[in-house]
């Protein structure tokens, strides 16, 4: 427990970058992106735990699932009176924000000894199907029905673009699931320093 603890104080400290550039646009963005992954990461790490006969791990890991689901509820109620009120600088904010490549909060993750530790977690967390690109692209085509992005009209030059490329997205994402899953799967062994320096599989 004291290398996450060391891990969750690193973090703190160096706290994170949503690359918002101090946009509310872009906030609410990101944050209705973010707590929907968060909810999908924590319901199938119930889900493992489950399978894996650990209840109790599956019930706490549920309760926060629901808690994520109650933001994500929240922030894309926001988004969606963005786009009633300003579709045109909303939805070029939505593509802003997915050019950038939504990553989340944790990526300054740092246990005190793997420089690369959020990069390793996330790749032995796509292999386990905690979350996965096909998540990400699953996250982005439910948003953009959500905020009924493809049925915008009378926007500018530059807000028709920004429809155009949201609205693509998630077809060119789909193309690069199966290499991110080969990747995965061909990874080296990397130890994690939160399980006494055990190596896993990345």
């Known amino acids: 427990m004291r290398q996450i603890e060391?891990?969750?104080?690193?973090l703190?400290?160096?706290?994170?970058?949503?690359?918002a550039e101090n946009n509310p646009y872009l906030t609410f963005i990101y944050t209705s992106f973010q707590e929907r992954a968060t909810f999908?990461?924590?319901?199938?790490?119930?889900?493992?735990?489950?399978?894996?006969?650990?209840?109790e791990l599956a019930r706490l890991c549920g309760f926060i699932a629901a808690d994520e689901k109650r933001h994500e509820t929240a922030y894309t109620k926001i988004v969606e009176k963005l786009f009633e009120i300003d579709p045109d600088e909303t939805v070029r904010a939505f593509a802003d924000m997915m050019r950038k490549n939504i990553t989340m909060p944790a990526q300054f993750m740092y246990d005190g000894q793997d420089e690369n530790l959020f990069n390793h977690f996330s790749t032995v967390a796509q292999r386990l199907g905690v979350y996965t690109?096909?998540?990400?692209?699953?996250?982005?085509?439910?948003?953009?029905?959500?905020?009924?992005?493809k049925e915008l009209t009378g926007l500018s030059a530059g807000g028709?673009?920004?429809?155009e490329f949201v609205c693509q997205l998630p077809q060119r994402?789909?193309?690069?699931?199966?290499?991110a899953q080969l990747r995965a799967k061909e990874a080296p062994n990397v130890k994690f320093s939160w399980i006494y320096d055990r190596k896993l599989k990345l």
Do not use: P
Not at 173 to 179: I, M, N, S, T, V
């Open 12 to 19: 703190i400290g160096s706290g994170m970058d949503m690359k």
């Open 160 to 163: 028709r673009k920004a429809q």
């Open 173 to 179: 994402l789909r193309k690069l699931e199966g290499r």
């Open 133 to 149: 690109t096909k998540d990400y692209t699953d996250i982005l085509e439910f948003l953009v029905d959500q905020w009924k992005v």
């Open 40 to 55: 999908i990461s924590h319901k199938n790490t119930a889900k493992i735990a489950k399978e894996h006969e650990n209840l």
């Open 6 to 10: 060391k891990t969750i104080q690193y």
